[in-house]
């Protein structure tokens, strides 16, 4: 009789070691899921983000007088098979991110400043035609929360 009695708690403590092995593990698998989902979401607009850069940085070696400052998306001309900029903000891609590029001069100071060249809000500086500050930025909504990734490059035009 006491044999069978020690087996039974034996047994007992044995399946509340193991229940509770197993609830750590698979408690792990649901945070490894969701986390994979959520960096899958942010790479997925860090190649939209990619393609908006890549997009503007063509149509900029094509014609870099064609758009003035503003907030622009990226989308093909089928009659000609290349990219061009609408205006406004892309809403809807891929059904979660929207995306815009914002284009906006570039001032530097003046030549006879210590400081020529750099790069100065408008009011301190002379307007560089040469030079365009492009801003890239894809936002979405993930579990109620606003999410963003974004990058910004600065083009020269050096074949004047």
């Given at each position: ?14 399946i ?6 197993v609830v ?11 986390r ?13 983000l ?16 064609v ?26 891609v891929?059904?979660?991110y ?25 009011i301190?500086?002379e ?22 990734v974004?990058?910004e490059?600065?083009?020269v035009?050096?074949?004047?």
């Amino acid at each position: 009789m006491r044999k069978s009695g020690y087996l039974i708690i034996e047994i007992l403590i044995s399946i509340v070691i193991f229940m509770t092995v197993v609830v750590a593990i698979f408690s792990n698998i649901a945070t490894v899921m969701v986390r994979t989902k959520r960096s899958g979401l942010t790479f997925e607009a860090g190649l939209l983000l990619q393609e908006e850069i890549e997009a503007t940085y063509n149509i900029f070696l094509r014609d870099w007088t064609v758009y003035p400052d503003g907030e622009y998306y990226p989308a093909i001309n089928t009659s000609l098979g290349e990219w061009t900029l609408l205006d406004g903000i892309e809403n809807n891609v891929r059904t979660r991110y929207s995306r815009k590029v914002e284009i906006e001069t570039v001032c530097r100071r003046p030549q006879s400043h210590p400081d020529s060249g750099k790069i100065v809000d408008c009011i301190a500086g002379e307007v560089d035609l040469n030079s365009k500050l492009i801003r890239g930025v894809v936002e979405w909504v993930e579990k109620g929360e606003n999410k963003k990734v974004e990058t910004e490059i600065l083009l020269v035009r050096t074949n004047i």
